[in-house]
C-alpha cells in the first residue's frame, strides 16, 4: 500500500505554527471560548433562569389562588402577563452582574494583559465581548421568557384570568422582555469596562437601577416626573409591558433609551481602553 503524503503548513522558526491575523471574528471566537469556559457564566445563566421562571410561576400561582379573595381594587389593576414577568424583575440583577464580570475577571486575574498582548488594538476585544455576551444573554432569556408564559397562563387558566399568544402587545412584550435583559447585561459590561473592578461595577449597577429610582422618587413631584421615565430601568421596563403606567415612554422609545444608556457607557469604555494601562 503506497503512502499518502499530506501537506501541512510551514512550521516558523522555533517549531511553533504559523499565526494568522488577528479578525473580529477570531476575536469573537476567543471571547465565546472564555465566556463558556468560566463557571460563573454557567452559574449566573442558570440564576437567571431560575429567577425568570420560578418566581414567574411563584407569583401565577399566588394570584390564581388568592383571586377569589382579592378585592375589586385590585381585581382591576391585575394583569396576567405582569405576574407572568414577575420573574424579570430579579433577573436583571443576575445577568447585569454577569456583565459586569466578563470583563472586571480578566482585570482581577491579571488575564487581560495576555488579551491585549494577542489583540494590540484593545478594542475588537471589548466588541467581542459585547456582542457574543449579547448574543447568549438574548437565547437564553427569550425562549425563558415563552416557556414562563405558557406555564403561567396555564395556571391561571383554573380562574379564567388568562391571556393568550395572540392578544395584543403579548408577543411584543415577549420579546422586549428577552432585550430588556440583554441591553441589561451589556449595560453591566460597560460598567465593568469603565470601572475595571467587580465590586465597583456590581454597585454602580445597582445604584443606577434598584436605587436611583427611589431617591428620584422623594424628589418634588414635578421634577420626578420629568426624570422618572428616563431612568434606564424604568425606560427599558416599558418594552416588556402591555398597558404601560401613564406618564412612561412609549415601549419601543423606552427600549431606544434604555439602549442608548448601554451604548454610552459602552462607547466611555471604549475611550478610557484606548487611553488607560492594563
Known amino acids: 500500500m503506497s503512502a499518502v503524503a499530506v501537506e501541512r503548513p510551514p512550521v516558523e ?19 465565546w471560548t472564555k465566556l463558556r469556559s468560566v463557571r460563573s457564566t454557567r452559574w449566573s445563566l442558570f440564576v437567571m433562569l431560575l429567577l425568570i421562571i420560578g418566581f414567574g410561576i411563584l407569583a401565577c400561582v399566588v394570584f390564581e389562588s388568592r383571586w377569589p379573595h382579592l378585592g375589586a381594587d385590585e381585581r382591576h389593576h391585575f394583569h396576567p402577563l405582569r405576574a407572568n414577568l414577575a420573574g424579570v424583575n430579579f433577573a436583571q440583577l443576575a445577568i ?8 472586571t475577571a480578566e482585570y482581577s486575574t ?8 494577542a489583540v494590540p488594538k484593545r478594542l475588537p476585544v471589548l466588541w467581542g465581548k459585547a456582542v457574543v455576551f449579547g448574543a447568549v444573554a438574548f437565547a437564553v432569556s427569550l425562549p425563558a ?4 408564559f405558557f406555564i403561567g397562563q ?31 447585561g451589556l449595560f453591566g459590561l460597560g460598567l465593568g469596562a469603565i470601572l475595571r473592578s467587580t465590586a465597583g461595577g456590581i454597585a454602580a449597577l445597582a445604584g443606577i437601577v434598584f436605587v436611583l429610582p427611589p431617591i428620584v422618587g422623594l424628589l418634588p413631584s414635578s421634577v420626578t416626573n420629568s426624570i422618572d421615565p428616563y431612568l434606564p430601568s424604568n425606560a427599558g421596563g416599558a418594552i416588556w409591558t402591555i398597558n404601560p403606567d401613564s406618564g412612561t415612554l412609549a415601549p419601543w422609545a423606552g427600549l431606544a433609551v434604555f439602549a442608548a444608556y448601554a451604548a454610552v457607557a459602552l462607547a466611555i469604555a471604549a475611550v478610557l481602553l484606548k487611553r488607560r494601562d492594563t
Do not use: D, W
Open 13 to 31: 522558526a522555533g517549531g511553533a505554527a504559523p499565526v494568522g491575523p488577528v479578525t473580529q471574528r477570531r476575536v469573537a471566537l476567543s471571547e
Open 110 to 117: 491579571g488575564m487581560i494583559r495576555a488579551t491585549f498582548s
Open 154 to 184: 396555564a395556571i391561571l387558566s383554573g380562574q379564567h384570568i388568562n391571556i393568550g399568544i395572540s392578544h395584543p402587545g403579548v408577543v411584543r412584550a415577549l420579546f422586549g422582555a428577552a432585550l430588556y435583559l440583554t441591553v441589561m
Open 96 to 103: 447585569g452582574v454577569l456583565g459586569v464580570l466578563a470583563i
Open 145 to 148: 421568557v415563552f416557556i414562563v
